[in-house]
Each structure stands twice: as structure tokens, then as C-alpha cells.
């Protein structure tokens, strides 16, 4: 049995359960600051929301950012006592990068106000969509078995520098780091992806091979072929549920 610990994220919580609930002999637990110390986990996903704290990666903070220092701290001691447990971490939006900016890396602070580019959703209940190249080095290209594709979108800012034992995966076609991963050093396995596969239709290989990659991280064995558990898909790859 795979105990997977999520960071709470409230109504959307849900989203996250279902898309791990697919991996086999899992159960998965909502953590809080209450719960978080005593739960024995197999590992952790870090789930979307507001903007990380620019202050924590030497930044300043616009009109553009929305931060919860609160979630910030606690999501900080999930990854620190993951690391300790030598558990992997799965970090999906906001969980890549806060992931990054624990390990010391940048964020860009608003994509369409310094970069031009548009990667939020198109309104509360739709997402954008966007190319995403893979790098044929990465280890998530293994997974996910081809090198381009179209995910869903739903964030405003994204890893600059990257931080120290992680490498990039994969770029969104206008150059926007999209999925990050461990580089080998580091105690806990890491996935990061800044789409968002729990609203996106199953059969998507960016949906599948970022969950088989987690999945795989899981069971601390070497690549390999993984069955998930058939369940009636119910969220659509364009739908912010």
C-alpha cells in the first residue's frame, strides 16, 4: 500500500485524489500542519495555488502577485521532512515552483508582464493550452514517449534559475520551463510538471507519463511498464475544475 500525503488545497483537492488514486494500492491523505509531523508517507505531491513568496527567492513582489506565506512555510517543512525520509516529491503548478524555490531557484514573477508570454487560464473554468517540447535526455521523456505534445495551462509565472540538484525536463514552445526533475543528487526523487495532468484527459502521455513517472518513484524500481487502475475519466483537458 502507497501512502501519498497532498498538500491541501482545499475545493481542489479532489482533482489531485482521483488522478492518484489511479495508481495502484494507493490511499491518499490530505496533510495539514496538524497532521503532516505524524503521517508515515510513501510520498508527496505538492498541489496548485497562490504565488510563492518572492521574498524567498530574493525578489520583490507587484501587483501581479498573490502569495500565502502561510502555505509557503508549511509546504517548505513538507519538502524538508520528505527529504529526510528519502520519499519523492510530485509537484504539479505551484508545487514545481515551490519545489524550486526550496532548492534555491527563481521564478519569473509574471509571465505576461515581463516576458510576453500568456500562460494563464482563459477564465476561471477553462484552461489554456499550450506546445510543450520534452528534452530527449530527460528521464520524464522515458515516461511520457514522445518529445512534443499540447498540455493544459493555468499559471502566471514559472522557474527562472533553476535550482540546485534539478534539471529542466521540458519547455513550452515559446521557451517557458514546464517540467522539472531531479539531477541525481538529491536524497528524494523528484517530478515537477507546471501543467496541470489531474484536469486533463487520461490518455494524454503527459498525463499518464508524469503519473507513471511518480508512480515509478514510488516503488524505488528501475523504468518500467506500470498498469493504473481503470476509472471513468471526468475531467477534461480544457475544464479548470
Known amino acids: 500500500m502507497f501512502r501519498i500525503g497532498i498538500s491541501d488545497c482545499g475545493d481542489k483537492n479532489r482533482n489531485y485524489i482521483e488522478f492518484l488514486k489511479r495508481i495502484q494500492n494507493s490511499v491518499v ?37 498573490h ?31 515551490v519545489v524550486n524555490v526550496y532548492f534555491g531557484g527563481t521564478l519569473i514573477i509574471d509571465l505576461a508582464k515581463y ?29 511520457i514517449k514522445q518529445t512534443t505534445g499540447i498540455v493544459n495551462s493555468a499559471h502566471h509565472q514559472a522557474a527562472d534559475r533553476i535550482g540546485g540538484g534539478l534539471k529542466i525536463a521540458a519547455r513550452a514552445d515559446d521557451g517557458t520551463v514546464e517540467a522539472i526533475e531531479g539531477n541525481g543528487e538529491l536524497r528524494s526523487k523528484i517530478v515537477c510538471v507546471q501543467w496541470h495532468p489531474e484536469r486533463m484527459y487520461f490518455e494524454s502521455p503527459f498525463a499518464t507519463g508524469a503519473l507513471r513517472m511518480f508512480e515509478s518513484c514510488l516503488n ?6 506500470h498498469k493504473f487502475i481503470e476509472q471513468k475519466n471526468t475531467f477534461n483537458g480544457g475544464k479548470n475544475e
Not at 29 to 34: G, M, T, V
Not at 68 to 87: N, Q, T, V, Y
Open 29 to 65: 491523505i490530505i496533510l495539514s500542519k496538524d497532521s503532516m509531523s505524524r503521517e508515515k508517507l510513501d510520498g508527496l505531491l505538492l498541489t496548485g495555488g497562490a504565488d510563492v513568496n518572492p521574498e524567498l527567492y530574493k525578489d520583490w513582489p507587484d501587483e501581479t502577485v
Open 67 to 97: 502569495v500565502d506565506a502561510e502555505r509557503d512555510g508549511f509546504e517548505f517543512r513538507l519538502i524538508e521532512k520528505a527529504l529526510s525520509d528519502s520519499i519523492p516529491i510530485f509537484g504539479i503548478c505551484r508545487g514545481l515552483q
Open 115 to 143: 516576458c510576453n508570454r500568456f500562460h494563464q487560464a482563459i477564465s476561471d473554468n477553462e484552461d489554456r493550452t499550450h506546445g510543450v517540447i520534452v528534452n530527449d535526455s530527460s528521464k520524464m521523456k522515458t515516461f
Open 220 to 225: 524505488r524500481t528501475t523504468i518500467s511498464e
